[in-house]
């Protein structure tokens, strides 16, 4: 799959993300049939749409993977919390908010 195609095929899946509820780059590099490349979905994160809901994707740990003293994590922390997605100790209970791939 190029790149190009892979791009848009996370970008697919990231756009199904319903509000409130988040998805980490491993798991949506499987949604996009791309296993074991959660990094190449941080890479497409990096170039998405302006209208893709970025914002709900997170790490294995349930943690922001952006600088935290930047204004994007902040952003994404904002966004998320509008949403009601909740925050302890800087970790999103993974748990509770992922968002298990079903149809939106």
Request: charged share 25%.
């Amino acid at each position: 799959m190029s790149s190009s195609n892979s791009h848009k095929a996370i970008f697919r899946i990231v756009r199904r993300i319903p509000a409130g509820r988040v998805a980490t780059y491993g798991q949506i590099a499987e949604l996009a049939g791309l296993p074991r490349r959660a990094r190449l979905v941080g890479y497409a994160m990096h170039r998405c749409p302006k209208n893709l809901p970025w914002h709900r994707v997170i790490n294995a740990q349930g943690r922001i993977s952006l600088p935290a003293d930047g204004t994007s994590a902040m952003t994404q922390r904002r966004r998320l919390e509008d949403e009601g997605v909740t925050f302890i100790g800087g970790r999103v209970d993974l748990s509770r908010y992922r968002w298990g791939g079903e149809s939106t």
